[in-house]
């Protein structure tokens, strides 16, 4: 690199009879913390036998690299210094294709950022970026899942504890006690067993007490949006699924790119969880045969299209290819998964333009209605309790191991999930407020993103309001209780109600405010009988570090204390929440140019 410092990388190259082909060949680059495979990797052995070089490299710090990892600090000008090193070699033709899924897409976007010569184009898949709104901190809470990645991944394969197979063997052992760390936050400085690898310690303690605004979260390499003048003009296929940790920020680069980029842009969106491309499941969830892609068949053709010129008519796809779910029989497969099904359709934009944004409002008796609330006065309170989260259960989730699950679920407590007291519906407990439509008399498609608009109050200087997407299937002799399935679900910290770019001032007690909480974006057919729901609540863990209702700076309260929370839904304070709804008499979607 640039400072010195060397980097760890193998190289594939095509080959007859075990030796290379002389030549000049595309390279397709893969950048990752998780070990670059040492000859093993199976993309490498896959494309280089479709005619491509490929080199794996470890990022700073980590495995056979030299240097301290820094989250992506160092990956814009590590990735530029690696592309010049690449397009010098002699079986180098000067073009250069980046691959890799969730923290490897976001070494993509770090590297495109610095705009190197030879990059000509690029699959990110559930890629890390935007994450001061969503994947890390998300309305301003902070997403667990991170401290589980330092705990578990990213602390043990230091390359401290590498060298030390004591360390190593201890840190793993640390780890696998996620749910005590958590348990027993704030983390504060030297006092946890990451104070033997410092440099992951002091991320996860920053990134506990830093919020959205801080320019952290906004740097290159942590953030696209924030750095389009510099991103390099590439084609670029942006892959994600409706359970990833990460669709936020993907669609997010999507729609910021395709309209300041002239490079093509794509962008395919299926039920999946995170890097789950390959599958057909979504936790305990099932869909159709063919929602599950051949990945490397899929960048194999991009590739072809932009690295080697290859008329594989990639430029004449749609725009975006997105999978609707929702089409199934709501019965249970051989593997006992809930049929939920759906189906692929190509548009021409995103978020799609003939959504029509279709209100339904809060009422006291727990309904969702089409007509706004008449009474003078009417409001629901609840008790939030910090130390009685409500649990998490799916959801939009990675790096969950040993933490939480991913992905579509009933919404009931299993005997492993984390922060249950019992074994009942989430909806019976008192700190779930439950709005619901009657059951639908017509089909009913839900595509973009959900937008719950609530008026709250507290007794808490700064709370949390979380909003959660459901499907109230009916009950079937498979499911003779019903199933709830949860689609969508997101946060907000009341300091962030004003915007996630500053604090704004506590709450005063009894004061009333407008908030706007926005649910990862989704894709369903709500099936006539079928009733849609939203519940309300103040904490989702260990999704979500908890609020400690203190407003106390971020990450640092040992206090917490109990809230009143209170939904209002009166003539006044018309609480509502706004689905982008397809019409089956819109306009056709994408049709391709003859």
């Known amino acids: 690199m640039r400072d010195g410092v060397r980097l760890a990388a193998d190289v594939y190259r095509p080959a007859r009879g075990g030796q290379p082909i002389r030549g000049q060949f595309p390279t397709l680059l893969t950048r990752t913390p998780y070990g670059k495979g040492d000859g093993a990797l199976a993309e490498g052995h896959y494309f280089a036998s479709r005619g491509y070089v490929v080199v794996a490299n470890d990022t700073r710090g980590r495995y056979g690299s030299e240097g301290t990892w820094r989250m992506m600090v160092d990956d814009p000008a590590d990735g530029f210094d690696v592309v010049a090193w690449i397009v010098a070699q002699e079986w180098s033709d000067g073009h250069v294709g980046t691959f890799g899924t969730s923290y490897v897409g976001g070494t993509q976007h770090a590297l495109a950022t610095a705009n190197p010569p030879g990059l000509r184009a690029m699959v990110p898949v559930d890629a890390l970026s935007n994450t001061f709104a969503g994947g890390m901190r998300q309305g301003g809470a902070f997403e667990l899942r991170f401290a589980n990645w330092i705990h578990q991944i990213g602390a043990p394969n230091a390359r401290a504890a590498l060298a030390d197979p004591g360390l190593r063997a201890a840190l793993q052992e640390s780890g696998r006690r996620i749910r005590e760390h958590l348990d027993s936050l704030p983390l504060s400085p030297g006092t946890s067993p990451l104070r033997v690898v410092p440099e992951y310690e002091s991320w996860l303690v920053d990134a506990l007490r830093k919020g959205p605004e801080d320019p952290m979260w906004h740097a290159k ?38 309209r300041t980029k002239r490079s093509p842009q794509r962008l395919i969106i299926g039920p999946w969880t995170h890097g789950g491309q390959g599958s057909a499941v979504a936790g305990e969830v099932s869909f159709t045969d063919d929602a599950a892609i051949d990945l490397n068949a899929v960048r194999l053709r991009w590739f072809d299209r932009w690295l080697r010129g290859e008329p594989n008519g990639v430029e004449s796809d749609p725009p975006v290819l997105l999978y609707v779910m929702g089409h199934g029989d709501d019965r249970r497969d051989a593997e006992g998964r809930l049929r939920h099904g759906g189906v692929w359709r190509a548009e021409r934009e995103w978020p799609l333009a003939r959504a029509v944004p279709t209100m339904l409002y809060l009422d006291a008796e727990g309904a969702l209605k089409q007509t706004p609330p008449t009474a003078a006065q009417s409001a629901t309170t609840f008790a939030f309790d910090p130390r009685r989260p409500v649990p998490t259960i799916g959801g939009n989730i990675s790096s969950n191991q040993g933490l939480m699950t991913s992905g579509g679920y009933d919404q009931r407590p299993r005997e492993d999930t984390h922060a249950a007291n019992n074994r009942l519906p989430l909806s019976e407990r008192p700190d779930v407020l439950v709005f619901r439509t009657p059951p639908l008399e017509t089909d009913l498609e839900v595509t973009g993103v959900v937008r719950v608009e609530l008026y709250v109050s507290s007794t808490a200087p700064d709370t949390d309001f979380t909003a959660k997407l459901v499907e109230e299937i009916p009950p079937s002799p498979d499911d003779p209780l019903g199933f709830d399935l949860n689609l969508g679900d997101s946060i907000l910290r009341l300091r962030y109600r004003e915007g996630l770019e500053r604090v704004a001032p506590p709450l005063a007690p009894g004061q009333i405010v407008p908030i706007a909480i926005e649910l990862y974006p989704t894709s369903n057919r709500f099936k006539k009988g079928h009733r849609l729901r939203i519940d309300i609540s103040s904490s989702n863990y260990p999704r979500f570090d908890v609020n400690p209702n203190t407003g106390e700076p971020l990450g640092t309260s040992r206090r917490p204390r109990v809230a009143e929370n209170t939904v209002h839904h009166d003539a006044a304070h018309p609480s509502r929440i706004v689905l982008p709804v397809i019409s089956a008499r819109s306009p056709s979607p994408w049709e391709p140019t003859p």
Not at 245 to 253: G, P
């Open 221 to 258: 390499g942590m953030s696209v949006v924030d750095h389009l003048e510099d991103y390099a003009d590439v084609p670029v296929l942006h892959i994600t699924g409706w359970y990833d940790s990460w669709t936020r920020s993907v669609a997010m680069n999507y729609e910021a790119l395709s």
